[in-house]
């Protein structure tokens, strides 16, 4: 089993940087292969240029951002994901349980009405989202614990007064100009994303990924309930916070720069369960590389199938629903 399972997570990673490679040349405006090597290799050897600005223009300044920030994407809303079904205990948990989309679709909402930057739109969303799963933390500190249920139900509420004031936004917004565009962000999109994009939200999708790989041993104390960690000596409300923390950074840099993506958090630990199992320690890893690898696949996608770019959570929702569906026939309704 564990060679089983050392082999499936090298088959994952190399999938991803696979795809990382061709996705260089995979596109609307086609590079050859041949030239795609000879760019990159000539800002490590020097090699006689042959080809336009405009080739090595995509490549650097277009299409390795891109590949880059989706791979951030997906492997943070993933690892999020699985990180939080083993907190709640339950397989039906997202990355947005706590109203961080909700928080961050508001603050990018208001930034775009008051006319904010680029930079604005990500800072408002970002901070809200951070916000959002702030209050959703204190208000379940109602007792001296924090249950699950409590979090939960908590979520639930700051996510509605958030998704209340992002219609009261719409509803305000210039149905010209800013309506279209603050709809056009929830939807989720790479399109606009340059360099400083991942120096601004890389950082805290790291330190919130690694985080969570460093106490993913732990998880699976968690998972069984709180009476029965606390029984093993785990300091469960320490922990939690810590899985909050860290699974909130990383969702919240992400859903800053590229919008609402659904779907990814949810399904994708589910595939990781099929692949490796419910160990934690195994999971999050392969979750962390199967949202890579997913996100990538389905940005690749958007840009490539029409003309005109389609938003992401539209294929998400297109391709995880239907399998989630299946995955819940297949396991009658149980974990997987």
Request: aromatic residues 8%; proline residues 5%; positive net charge.
């Amino acid at each position: 089993m564990l060679r089983n399972t050392r082999l499936v997570m090298i088959l994952l990673l190399l999938s991803t940087l696979g795809l990382a490679f061709i996705s260089l040349f995979w596109g609307r405006y086609p590079i050859p292969l041949w030239t795609v090597l000879r760019v990159l290799a000539s800002r490590l050897v020097p090699i006689p240029v042959d080809w336009l600005d405009t080739v090595e223009t995509v490549i650097f300044n277009v299409r390795l951002p891109r590949i880059v920030l989706a791979m951030c994407v997906g492997a943070s809303l993933s690892i999020s994901g699985a990180a939080f079904q083993g907190m709640f205990h339950n397989p039906l948990v997202s990355p947005d349980i706590l109203g961080v989309t909700a928080g961050a679709g508001f603050g990018a909402a208001l930034a775009i009405l008051l006319s904010g930057s680029g930079l604005a739109i990500q800072l408002s969303a970002l901070f809200f989202g951070i916000l959002a799963v702030a209050l959703s933390y204190v208000i379940s500190r109602i007792y001296r614990t924090t249950p699950t249920l409590m979090l939960v139900l908590s979520g639930i509420i700051v996510g509605s007064i958030f998704s209340a004031l992002l219609s009261l936004a719409k509803y305000a917004a210039d149905p010209n100009q800013k309506l279209p565009a603050i709809v056009f962000w929830l939807m989720g999109s790479l399109t606009t994303v340059v360099t400083e994009d991942i120096l601004m939200a890389g950082p805290p999708i790291v330190l919130g990924v690694l985080g969570l790989l460093l106490i993913r041993w732990r998880i699976n104390v968690l998972s069984m309930g709180d009476e029965e960690a606390r029984a093993l000596g785990v300091k469960t409300e320490l922990l939690k916070g810590i899985i909050v923390v860290c699974a909130t950074a990383a969702t919240a840099s992400a859903v800053s720069v590229c919008g609402i993506i659904g779907w990814v958090g949810l399904v994708v630990p589910h595939v990781g369960r099929m692949l490796v199992g419910p160990d934690h320690k195994v999971l999050l890893p392969a979750s962390l590389l199967l949202g890579a690898f997913y996100l990538l696949l389905i940005d690749n996608l958007a840009r490539t199938l029409t003309s005109a770019e389609i938003p992401l959570s539209i294929l998400t929702a297109l391709v995880g629903a239907p399998f989630f569906a299946y995955m819940l026939r297949r396991t009658q309704g149980g974990r997987v």
